[in-house]
Structure formats: C-alpha cells, structure tokens
C-alpha cells in the first residue's frame, strides 16, 4: 500500500490539529474544511479502501463511527446533529487511499454536505 498524508500525519513526519488519539484511531481537523466543523477519523492500521475491509477488521468501522459520536458529545453538537461520510475509491471521492470517515456540522448542511 502507498505511502499517504495521513500514514505521515500518523507518524507525526508532519503537523496536524489532531483532536483524539488512542491505541487504533486518530483524528484531526481537514485542512480544506467543507463545514464549520470537518474532523476526518482514521485508523492506524493501514488499509486503502472500504473496499478491502475484511470481516475481522470491521470492528474497526465500528470504531471509527463511535469515536465521531463521542467527539461530538463532547463539542456540544450531537443534539443539533451531524454528518458523517466515508468514501471509497475514485468515483466515490476518496482522495487519500487510507479509509477516513469524515464528521461534518456547526451548521444546517446540504444534500451533499455542504453548508445550506
């Protein structure tokens, strides 16, 4: 699997404005925001695709969802809600080939997730 940003970003070889970190997961505010709030939570284990999840990695989905959840808890947006999004290759608009799950809110979105 190559190489990306976020193994880099992973390793701490460069900066990110990372907001949770344990063992399996980290995450951290995107660089191009398409929301007030845009935090992308990534696992460390290297995997490129929804796509090449197996059935013994799937808990690692799972964590991925429950880490947004508690994130946004703990900023004081679940009760007005969120948006959380995973791509998956090219025509699904994965750009960086390590699965993410993007956690967009702090304001209305739209169909697409951007703001309203």
Do not use: S
Not at 89 to 107: C, E, P
């Amino acid at each position: 699997m190559p190489d990306t940003i976020f193994h880099k970003i992973i390793r701490r070889e460069i900066p990110a404005d990372v907001v949770y970190e344990d063992e399996d997961l980290i995450a951290f505010r995107d660089i191009a925001p398409q929301a007030p709030v845009h935090v992308l939570f990534v696992p460390k284990a290297p995997i490129a695709t929804l796509n090449d999840v197996g059935a013994e990695q799937a808990h690692i989905v799972g964590r991925l969802a429950v880490a947004a959840a508690e994130y946004a808890k703990r900023e004081g947006f679940d009760r007005d809600g969120y948006r959380i999004v995973m791509n998956c290759n090219a025509h699904g608009g994965q750009t960086v080939f390590q699965i993410h799950l993007h956690l967009l809110a702090g304001a209305p979105l739209g169909r697409f997730g951007t703001p309203a």
